[in-house]
């Protein structure tokens, strides 16, 4: 589970650690999803067509420093973008009805194709038009995030059948990838030189188009918590 109890504490200070003194703080884990390519459905395979061209499902993924999975959630089709399989998830929907899940003053970070919250901060749009203090910051979280880019890069190039399920079935492919995401925790624990090999691989996916957070009370907030880091760093 993200960010419980003294796993949470293990965490941010792994985070911490990453990248040396004066990086980003109060991280607890990041996210991101990736497109695991199927073949196309007999049942409803438009949804499953996604705008890169090819069908796929959704895999979202949680990750720690250390490259393992926190939380996956994989299955939805790959029309939908990164907000909202979020916003759907197990791990998004229990955030938005409690934000204190997650310890005072941490979060998750995530890219511009999440909504911005308390509990999930995010880059500043650029615009052309950032100031030298919000480019600073989206440094900064960038040099954290891409811990969950590598890690899901190490899953894929470990189990390059993830690279195209040939399979008749959506729920069979989400419960291969599920499985895949489980070893992967597992082959994380008994670290060797193929994890080292494969680590700075990355998975270089396009992002989702910029989302920003509906305007109102919690995004207000959460864009304070935004600004409040960008002048600490």
Not at 29 to 56: E, L, M, Q, W
Not at 67 to 74: E, M, P
Not at 115 to 141: A, C, E, I, M, W
Not at 188 to 198: F, V
């Amino acid at each position: 589970m993200v960010c419980e109890g003294s796993d949470a504490v293990t965490t941010l200070n792994d985070f911490a650690e990453l990248r040396g003194a004066g990086g980003f703080p109060g991280v607890c884990g990041c996210v991101d999803g990736t497109h695991i390519p199927i073949r196309a459905p007999s049942k409803d395979s438009g949804s499953y067509y996604n705008r890169k061209g090819f069908h796929s499902i959704l895999l979202q993924v949680v990750c720690s420093a250390d490259f393992k999975f926190l939380d996956c959630f994989v299955g939805w089709p790959g029309s939908a973008n990164d907000a909202r399989v979020w916003a759907n998830s197990p791990v998004g929907k229990m955030l938005q009805s409690n934000p204190d899940f997650i310890p005072v003053n941490s979060h998750l970070i995530g890219d511009c194709a999440y909504p911005l919250n308390t509990f999930l901060l995010t880059p500043y749009r650029d615009n052309g038009h950032l100031s030298g203090k919000q480019k600073q910051y989206n440094v900064k979280l960038s040099s954290k995030r891409v811990v969950v880019e590598q890690a899901i890069g190490l899953l894929k190039s470990r189990f390059r059948r993830l690279r195209y399920l040939d399979v008749s079935s959506v729920e069979f492919a989400a419960k291969l990838t599920m499985t895949a995401c489980i070893l992967h925790n597992i082959c994380i624990s008994a670290p060797d030189a193929y994890n080292d090999d494969l680590m700075m691989e990355g998975d270089h996916s396009e992002d989702d188009d910029c989302e920003d957070g509906s305007p109102g009370v919690s995004y207000d907030v959460a864009s304070r918590k935004r600004d409040a880091i960008a002048d600490q760093l």
